[in-house]
């Protein structure tokens, strides 16, 4: 059973005052408990501070929203964007590499339009901002980390990830545990939770700026004592000045933990976060016509653009008796399959007559998509999977003259993702088609039925 805070402390404010350069536990550093005026109860040694924001009981915080009151009706669809940071950055640049200009006159304005779509307006907020304008319907999208979606969204039924993987922000949420001390042998999360020494007295001190997914995390792992803090930075230095037993954070490449002495364990990564397109269910249904159409082309955009970074487009051409004798040494080479096969079509040549009449000579052009490969960080270029291998198999069957050549976008007949809103929204797949205006009044009928079968129920 999870401790409560009125185990912990009494009082749902209470604070832990202890040395900054202390180690260890209140207990450890010389600290003694006193009872405060009021009902709360902290630990003081007079030296520095460090406040207990949350333990791992539900309270009625920011995150906790019991009834969320309508939004102002409007017209307009709302976009909400990250205002700063390399979230914001990497935001701008898919939606620019997708087509989608955002023109901001005034770079001080909040405000901003896509003119590609009109009727769309683009709201900069921070990052967690953005969530809770989502789930208080204020804004109809927006496109934030995973890791924030998670933290604020907090569970809410009215939040829908449209698009869960847009590329990039890539970064995990993990515990760091110091390197050495009483943490030198602890590898997993089982022996972290088996230490004896966190007791009701010297619970588990933990700082993080992710306390809701927090609070799941410990409670699912069967941890029973546990404190959240706060810090508004550097959360890396808590152990080392002993204002906290571990941290948890995200996490990027791993080096900020190294050099501050502190790793991951094993069971202790937590959410895997990149950017993610999310949606307001309230207003997807309330006003489908306006929404479904926008949101239709946004996926498509994204997921043609998306899919396009996986591949290069190469063209060769090679030698062969028919088309069909091409396609087949083509096909037997598992790099040049393509997408769904080559295309191959005839070269025509001058005849070398007088008339300068074109002719066949045996030369076939053939195109096909050929997958990436990672990243090449040391010259920051991208390479393509099966690239190199795929040109010399071309150049072994007869191919000769290859353009490599970078795709912007592939579209497909219908978007997966879009097909899942649909399914999640309770629309006939069957009944909307491909068409989002046929979705939109499908979304609409249903909402019609059901506030007409309202006061029947009643």
């Known amino acids: 059973m999870i401790q409560q805070r009125s185990q912990l402390q009494k009082s749902s404010q209470a604070g832990l005052v202890c040395s900054p350069g202390g180690q260890g536990s209140p207990a450890a550093v010389g600290c003694r408990r006193v009872a405060a005026r009021t009902s709360k109860q902290r630990y003081v040694c007079g030296r520095g501070e460090l406040q207990i924001t949350a333990s791992l009981i539900r309270r009625d915080d920011v995150h906790t929203v019991t009834k969320l009151p309508k939004p102002i009706p409007r017209d307009s669809i709302r976009l909400g964007l990250p205002s700063k940071g390399r979230m914001a950055e990497d935001t701008m640049q898919l939606l620019k ?7 901001k006159p005034n770079p001080r304005q909040y405000v901003a339009k ?42 809410d039924s009215d939040l829908v990830v449209v698009h869960e993987a847009l590329g990039f922000g890539h970064c995990h949420l993990a515990l760091g545990v110091p390197m050495g001390g009483k943490f030198a042998n602890i590898n997993n999360l089982e022996q ?22 927090a609070k799941r995390f ?42 501050n002495n502190l790793r991951e364990i094993e069971g202790g990564r937590i959410v895997d976060s990149q950017g993610v397109l999310v949606a307001n269910r309230r207003s997807l249904t309330e006003r489908p016509q306006q929404l479904l159409p926008v949101l239709h082309e946004l996926l498509e955009r994204l997921d043609a653009h998306l899919k396009a970074e996986q591949f290069y487009s ?34 025509y040549s001058l005849d070398g007559s007088a008339s300068g009449a074109a002719a066949k000579h045996g030369f076939y052009a053939c195109v096909i998509c050929v997958a990436k490969k990672n990243l090449y960080p040391s010259v920051k270029a991208l390479q393509k999977k099966n690239l190199y291998p795929s040109v010399k198999a071309l150049q072994k069957i007869g191919g000769s003259g290859v353009l490599v050549q970078p795709m ?11 097909q899942r809103l649909l399914a999640q929204l309770g629309i006939d797949e069957a009944a909307a088609g491909n068409d989002p205006a046929a979705a939109a009044a499908v979304l609409a009928s249903n909402g019609t039925a059901a506030q007409e079968a309202a006061p029947a129920r009643r």
């Open 408 to 418: 912007t976008y592939i579209f497909d007949e219908e978007p997966l993702r879009w």
């Open 314 to 347: 190469v063209i060769a051409n090679m030698r062969g008796e028919s088309p069909e004798a091409v396609a087949t040494l083509l096909m037997q080479q598992e790099g040049l399959r393509g997408l769904q096969g080559p295309t191959i079509s005839p070269v």
């Open 97 to 103: 590499d997708c087509a989608l200009s955002v023109y």
């Open 114 to 155: 896509i003119p590609q779509i009109p009727g769309v307006e683009v709201w900069f907020q921070r990052a967690s901002d953005v969530v809770r304008k989502l789930r208080l319907g204020d804004i109809d999208l927006g496109i934030v980390g995973y890791d924030m979606f998670q933290e604020i969204g907090d569970g």
């Open 192 to 213: 972290l939770r088996a230490m004896d020494c966190w007791t009701e007295e010297t619970p588990l001190r933990v700082v993080t700026g992710y306390h809701a997914i």
């Open 218 to 259: 410990f409670d699912q792992a069967g941890f029973e004592h546990v404190a959240l803090l706060t810090a508004d930075g550097a959360l890396e230095a808590a152990p080392a000045m002993g204002c906290a037993d571990i941290i948890l954070d995200l996490v990027s490449t791993g080096v900020t933990l190294k050099e």
